[in-house]
């Protein structure tokens, strides 16, 4: 049997890493030193690039998870119905406190003095909007609230002052808008995700549990294996959390558009909630925007930021994932370190809240009860044992993630004969995924995960390892639970 050599990379940690591809790491090179830093899913957001440019970028990724010898996710981010700022003249606008400003069609030849005129993406918006409802723009940066709503225009008065700039978005709290969650341009990017086999597709400013069945819909009709991540960002997402979780495949606490469309006091309590639910449903959660922020011009986060991401992990979360900070920041590779800095250490004091260790789940990502009660009590074995490593084999992916949500705060060797269950398995919590293990033999596996640990420093000389496997007896079910010590 072949040795199994020893990744180059960084020992991972148990908090998966998201890292959004821009203009800063878009190259083979630079994908490869983030891979290495820690690196465990590649967000490509479809806002922000053609089709022809992100089959570029998943091709650099690739690559660069052959060249490093292990697997990496990739997340498609689709853009959703984002509403944004037309041009404006001279490219920005300054809007004072009791400003007048108009939402018209188009602009008119001969503007009402002291009154600025915009455009928007939405053509609707006039007809939606009523007397007394309140605009965002800029990210929260300019409120404005609505006085007169005629057929040509919508003028409101400015109540936050500020600066805004063509093309930045509009965000319209409390407004029942009529435009679909998944428009022609997110499906057509939806359907070149599929053929390009990409492993995670993001829905943006999902409303209803509908939207995802919608989503999913799409992609089982082309024969796509790719999970539905949704994204809650709007404040009809938080009136339905429970169906659009039960839904969903996992979800992204999108915090940029959240915090603006409902009250900014109530982000940080929606989040937890949100993490909460999502750890007794059995699904993956992705906390998302501004996490370690000031890093896009800083080698160093803000004291705030670190507590920010250790809070998260602390709360159960999966995932946490870079923007800006990868995407168009000065220092992309030490943004993740200090994100996999951060998250060793707070695991170090909690595991992930390993107090859900054992606990059973609402609902279980298996489906199958025999493969729960044998996950569980695999977790709290390894745990009591104080193993080093748990090994599963996995065809789906199900009973990895079972075994994620469990929290037992030892790291999990997640193998499989799909290479896409492999890709999926980099977002679950505490997961390693290792490919070209052989199944099938126990015995040999096991050969193949201690070789591979002692390689990598993981494991040493009387260290026990846990592993979850199938006798056979049990048709679709991991119903056999072994302890293997080395000498």
């Given at each position: 049997m072949k040795t199994p050599q020893a990744s180059k990379s960084v020992r991972p940690v148990q908090t998966k890493i998201v890292a959004t591809v821009g203009p800063a790491c878009s190259g083979e090179e630079r994908m490869a030193e983030l891979l290495a830093a820690g690196v465990d899913v590649f967000r490509l957001n479809m806002a922000h690039a053609s089709q022809k440019e992100q089959e570029t970028n998943l091709r650099n990724i690739r690559h660069a998870s052959q060249q490093a010898g292990r697997p990496v996710a990739v997340l498609a981010d689709l853009a959703g119905p984002k509403i944004r700022l037309g041009e404006l003249p001279g490219g920005q606008l300054q809007c004072n406190l009791g400003d007048r400003l108009r939402f018209v069609r188009t602009a008119a030849a001969m503007p009402v003095a002291g009154v600025a005129e915009v455009t928007c993406t939405y053509e609707p918006l006039i007809e939606e909007l009523a007397k007394g409802d309140r605009i965002m723009l800029a990210d929260g940066v300019v409120s404005l609230v609505v006085e007169t709503v005629a057929p040509d225009y919508a003028e409101c008065q400015v109540v936050q002052p500020g600066l805004i700039r063509s093309r930045q978005g509009v965000n319209?709290?409390?407004?029942?808008?009529?435009?679909?969650?998944?428009?022609?341009?997110?499906?057509?990017?939806?359907?070149?995700?599929?053929?390009?086999?990409?492993?995670?597709?993001?829905?943006?400013?999902?409303?209803?549990?509908?939207?995802?069945?919608?989503?999913?819909?799409?992609?089982?009709?082309?024969?796509?294996?790719?999970?539905?991540?949704?994204?809650?960002?709007?404040?009809?997402?938080?009136?339905?959390?429970?169906?659009?979780?039960?839904?969903?495949?996992?979800?992204?606490?999108?915090?940029?558009?959240?915090?603006?469309?409902?009250?900014?006091?109530?982000?940080a309590v929606a989040q937890k909630e949100i993490i909460a639910l999502c750890s007794r449903r059995g699904k993956p959660?992705?906390?998302?925007?501004?996490?370690?922020?000031?890093?896009?011009?800083?080698?160093?986060?803000?004291?705030?930021?670190?507590?920010?991401?250790?809070?998260?992990?602390?709360?159960?979360?999966?995932?946490?994932?870079?923007?800006?900070?990868?995407?168009?920041?000065?220092?992309?590779?030490?943004?993740?370190?200090?994100?996999r800095r951060i998250a060793c250490v707070t695991e170090s004091l909690d595991c992930g809240n390993q107090a859900r260790c054992g606990v059973p789940l609402e609902k279980s990502p298996s489906g199958n009860p025999i493969t729960d009660a044998t996950v569980a009590a695999?977790?709290?074995?390894?745990?009591?044992?104080?193993?080093?490593?748990?090994?599963?084999?996995?065809?789906?992916?199900?009973?990895?993630?079972?075994?994620?949500?469990?929290?037992?705060?030892?790291?999990?060797?997640?193998?499989?004969?799909?290479?896409?269950?492999?890709?999926?398995?980099?977002?679950?919590?505490g997961i390693l995924p290792r490919a070209d293990a052989p199944l099938g033999d126990p015995v040999a596996l096991v050969r193949h995960v201690v070789a591979w640990g002692l390689s990598a420093g993981l494991l040493q000389s009387g260290d026990r390892i846990v592993v979850i496997a199938g006798t056979g007896l049990a048709v679709s079910a991991h119903n056999m639970v072994a302890v293997h010590q080395l000498a």
């Open positions: 319209l709290p409390g407004v029942k808008l009529s435009v679909p969650t998944l428009g022609p341009v997110d499906r057509d990017n939806a359907l070149w995700a599929a053929r390009n086999g990409i492993d995670f597709i993001g829905l943006s400013f999902v409303r209803a549990a509908e939207d995802v069945r919608q989503l999913k819909a799409l992609l089982q009709g082309v024969g796509s294996e790719a999970q539905v991540i949704a994204k809650i960002e709007k404040p009809e997402a938080l009136d339905c959390l429970e169906e659009i979780v039960a839904a969903t495949d996992g979800v992204m606490v999108a915090r940029g558009d959240l915090g603006v469309e409902i009250d900014i006091a109530r982000v959660v992705i906390i998302a925007t501004q996490m370690l922020d000031s890093m896009q011009h800083s080698r160093i986060p803000t004291r705030a930021e670190v507590a920010d991401v250790s809070n998260a992990i602390l709360d159960g979360a999966d995932a946490c994932m870079l923007s800006g900070e990868t995407a168009i920041g000065e220092y992309p590779r030490e943004a993740v370190e200090m994100m695999a977790a709290q074995l390894a745990k009591r044992l104080e193993a080093k490593l748990l090994v599963v084999a996995s065809a789906s992916g199900a009973t990895a993630l079972s075994l994620a949500k469990n929290r037992c705060g030892v790291p999990a060797v997640g193998v499989s004969d799909s290479a896409a269950t492999l890709r999926r398995m980099c977002l679950y919590w």
